[in-house]
């Protein structure tokens, strides 16, 4: 599978944005999907991610509360919404996938997904 990431662009602190990766290729809805983010003289670091039958998901606490990960298999596509968006969110972003393996909890390490998009900006300002 392949991913495309999008929806990303310049707004202002308490905004919302939602952003999308589209997949191609076969069986998406076996892979469980992930979002990370690399802000400016940072690691790449875990934002949301949620399993392949989408029952589980989980947040880095810096993003509880604000931000929702979803899926629709239908569309080959898993979606981040940002709500209540903060400068300290100001980062390019990714998706990622990985095959699900049996694994039924979401997967929050970087280095077990295989399978990256292209990255999307955030750019939120004060």
């Known amino acids: 599978v392949q991913l495309q990431a999008s929806g990303g662009g310049l707004v202002q602190a308490g905004d919302s944005l939602r952003l999308s990766c589209v997949a191609s290729?076969?069986?998406?809805?076996?892979?469980?999907l992930g979002w990370f983010r690399q802000g400016p003289g940072k690691e790449r670091e875990f934002v949301a991610a949620?399993?392949?039958?989408?029952?589980?998901?989980d947040y880095a606490d810096s993003v509880k509360g604000r931000f929702t990960i979803s899926r629709d298999n239908a569309k080959n596509t898993v979606y981040l919404q940002m709500n209540s968006l903060k400068p300290e969110d100001t980062a390019v972003y990714y998706c990622?996938?990985?095959?699900?393996?049996?694994?039924?909890?979401?997967?929050?390490?970087?280095?077990?997904?295989?399978?990256w998009g292209q990255g999307t900006q955030v750019t939120v300002s004060s």
């Open positions: 990622a996938a990985k095959w699900h393996e049996g694994i039924t909890i979401p997967t929050m390490t970087l280095s077990e997904y295989p399978i």
């Open positions: 290729g076969r069986a998406f809805s076996g892979y469980a």
């Open positions: 949620i399993t392949w039958r989408g029952i589980s998901t």
